[in-house]
């Protein structure tokens, strides 16, 4: 009987420790009961942000300070931001007949403790905030809460505080189109089709400017698949608009501004930004590629929302802002920005990577946080999108699919082949993705494009992360399974996922085994391919098992990404960067010739040939 005891405490200690594993994915706004609170103002009560305008000098984020005072203060006060101002007139839809809809129905947009940067505030019941706002199409007023936040109470709301102009276009972000020389730049507004013309007016740097219009989408509330995005986390996402610039030189700078033609013949302007073309596709030329997952966002006013939980998001951010000029492409693999049905948090998003994505392509792939909801086609039926059931990133970002519902595709450039599935949806053999998959890993030209890069979110490959090693598999049940023998035919160099909160690098491998016993400098034929887990972008990490297994070359359990630098034809060097520093701490290299790459090894050749 003890020993009985002892399994299953042992059994109860794992699946806590898996549970912990995958726990730290809960959004920070899901933790205010908002749709429990109830006013209680008191006269003797106020809070107050000044300044009233922001955005004097045209820029699209600024600094405010609240200031506020409360006769009973607690150390559950707390602050929150929200936007429209008039949030106590937002109502839910009647998800049940039987039960009376909240008094509130709008969570903030971000909150903060009234004592995190006043820690006299409990006994003056004076303190103040300096927060970050960014434009995002409407006002803004403060609350101040008392009664923690399971079952707040309003004490005091504040004045209304409002961007020059709320509709300005705003966040752009490039990504390349169905063809080569086509360059893609979606952005957000407050303008509708019957209000303004969205274009883009661009031309070569110093050259002459053309216009190119914009297609505009948007979605309603009816869109969501379920709460809390079709209820407390709802907020109106505006107007998304794409523009299209044609038939580019390649490796040419490109300016460009977005803009807006009012029906009364005014026109609104963005600021000016500046791109490179991507090269012809097998150009020999450097060529420096970034890739990670799951990094977040984060606030840097400190805000409670993100406190311990994306820490590592801005720091990933800076880094890859720092280094730009160093940066050709972004393929950013999932796990967005962890909204998880809370709308508001994908323009800050956006908001944030707007110095990156404004200046190169991001790639995006979509992740469980994006896409998975029960009944919705999705793989996995769990609630991880929080109601977005893809709608989200399927229109915040563009990405070259047939169709945005299928939220795979393949992208070239240069020296590389990118194909990206769709983990959210099924890949295994005899599915439409499975034959996608086949179809991008067949048609690469290897002599012209020799660096072949398969990318997904959750890992399809292989990864010692706790989470995967409870369930035994190391990787996501069927995925190897169904697609090792693909990268084993069309010989995939690298295979880089996401969703394991840390960092990790597989030996050459196939079929469980390593296929090369060199660790940082291949030369020739690697019979197999490199696995990487890259989802330690921003969100809070994931332990590793205990367990040694062969083919783990290296882990890291912190934040970073890894980059990929193509010499020419021959030579790839691979680097794993921490997001704190930006220092290089593993790397390899890969240096062959295109008959290395032709070169047969197990289950890359027809069994049979003429010659045999």
């Known amino acids: 009987m003890r020993e009985l005891r002892s399994i299953f405490l042992g059994i109860f200690l794992v699946l806590g420790a898996f549970r912990l594993a995958i726990s730290h994915e809960d959004q920070p706004l899901s933790k205010i009961a908002i749709h429990k609170a109830v006013f ?66 709008a969570a903030p947009i971000k909150f903060q403790y009234a004592n995190y940067s006043s820690p006299q505030y409990k006994s003056t019941g004076k303190g103040s905030l300096k927060l970050q706002l960014i434009n995002q199409r409407s006002d803004f007023s403060f609350v101040l809460f008392t009664n923690g936040l399971l079952n707040p109470k309003v004490v005091a709301v504040s004045n209304k505080v409002t961007f020059t102009n709320p509709n300005a276009p705003v966040y752009p972000r490039l990504a390349q189109g169905k063809v080569w020389n086509e360059m893609t730049v979606t ?72 803009g807006h033609r009012l029906f009364n013949g005014t026109y609104i ?106 009944g919705t086609g999705s793989f996995y039926g769990n609630m991880d999108s929080g109601g977005e059931c893809g709608v989200l990133v399927e229109n915040m970002f563009y990405v070259p699919t047939e169709n945005r519902a299928k939220f795979w595709y393949s992208t070239d450039y240069g020296m590389f082949r990118f194909c990206i599935a769709d983990t959210e949806q099924d890949w295994r053999e005899g599915t439409e993705q499975y034959r996608f998959i086949e179809h991008c890993l067949a048609s690469v030209d290897r002599q012209k494009q020799p660096w072949l890069i398969f990318l997904a979110h959750r890992v399809l490959g292989y990864s010692s992360d706790l989470s995967y090693a409870v369930e035994g598999s190391f990787a996501e049940p069927m995925g190897r399974e169904s697609l090792q023998k693909l990268w084993q035919k069309y010989k995939v160099d690298i295979a880089v996922f996401g969703h394991v909160h840390n960092y990790e690098r597989i030996c050459p491998i196939y079929q469980n085994i390593c296929t090369n016993k060199e660790k940082h400098y291949y030369k020739g034929s690697l019979n197999g391919t490199i696995h990487i887990a890259a989802g330690g ?76």
Not at 327 to 351: E, K, L, M, P, R
Not at 596 to 610: E, F
Request: aromatic letters at 14%.
């Open 269 to 374: 302007w963005s600021s000016e930004y500046q791109f490179k073309a991507s090269p012809y596709p097998g150009q020999d030329s450097l060529q420096q590629v970034i890739i990670f997952g799951d990094m977040g966002k984060d606030e840097a006013d400190g805000s409670n929302e993100y406190n311990n939980f994306q820490h590592g998001s801005l720091n990933t951010t800076r880094q890859l802002i720092q280094d730009l000029k160093n940066i050709d492409i972004v393929f950013h693999i999932g796990d967005i920005c962890y909204a998880n049905g809370y709308i508001s948090q994908w323009d800050q998003f956006t908001a944030q990577i707007e110095p990156i994505a404004s200046t190169v392509p991001y790639m995006i792939a979509s992740g469980n946080h994006e896409r998975d909801w029960p």
């Open 537 to 612: 972008a921003g969100a809070s990490l994931s332990p590793f098992t205990t367990l040694q297994t062969t083919w783990s070359l290296y882990r890291d359990y912190d934040h970073g990404f890894v980059k990929l630098t193509a010499f020419d034809h021959s030579n790839l060097l691979f680097e794993y960067k921490k997001s704190r520093d930006g220092k290089v701490y593993d790397s390899f290299r890969i240096s062959r010739d295109y008959r290395d790459i032709l070169a047969c090894s197990v289950d890359s050749c027809p069994s049979m040939t003429l010659a045999s």
């Open 40 to 105: 209680a103002l008191d006269d003797n009560a106020y809070i107050k942000a000044s300044p009233s305008i922001l955005g004097m000098k045209g820029q699209n984020s600024d600094w405010l300070t609240v200031e506020y005072n409360s006769p009973n203060p607690s150390v559950g006060d707390w602050i929150g931001v929200f936007s429209p101002s008039n949030f106590s007139s937002s109502t839910c839809p009647a998800e049940n007949p039987r039960v009376y809809p909240p008094l509130l129905c």
């Open 187 to 258: 952005w957000t507004s407050g303008y509708g089709i019957n209000e303004a013309e969205p274009f883009v007016e661009w031309g070569p740097k110093g050259g002459d400017r053309t216009y190119s219009p914009a297609g505009t989408l948007t979605f309603r509330r009816g869109s969501m698949c379920g709460a809390p995005a079709r209820t407390v986390g709802w907020r109106d996402p505006g107007y998304i608009h794409t523009g299209f610039l044609r038939e580019l030189w390649p490796n040419a700078m490109y300016t460009y501004k977005l």
